[in-house]
């Protein structure tokens, strides 16, 4: 079984910043990629920034330029620096281990991140 712990979620002010992390334990066979998403209330899940191992990323449109997503390969962790935050950045942050496949992906619990003044 595979564990994904986050933190760094909470209020910030608009044009603020946080930092999330997502530390991942247990059986992990191999990484393909890591990942953050985000739900906002009445909204699907959407993809915010993908890194696979090899470093090569991926973000969406309405967060280029403000957020920035890294990894510790090592420490099988992900981070993700969100800065200048927007009222409708405002969701479940949720991240995501992706494995080859063939085999299993997990979520974490989701984090809250409320941008509001």
């Known amino acids: 079984q595979v564990q994904l712990v986050e933190s760094g979620g909470g209020l910030v002010q608009p044009g603020g910043s946080l930092r999330l992390s997502c530390a991942a334990s247990g059986s992990i066979f191999s990484i393909k990629a890591m990942g953050w998403y985000r739900q906002a209330p009445g909204k699907q899940r959407e993809l915010v920034a993908a890194i696979t191992r090899g470093g090569d990323r991926n973000y969406a449109d309405s967060v280029k330029g403000r957020f920035t997503i890294s990894r510790d390969n090592a420490k099988n962790t992900v981070y993700l620096q969100m800065n200048s935050l927007k009222p409708e950045d405002t969701a479940v942050y949720y991240c995501?281990?992706?494995?080859?496949?063939?085999?299993?992906?997990?979520w974490g619990q989701g984090t809250q991140v409320t941008v509001s003044s």
């Open positions: 995501k281990l992706s494995q080859p496949p063939g085999l299993k992906d997990y």
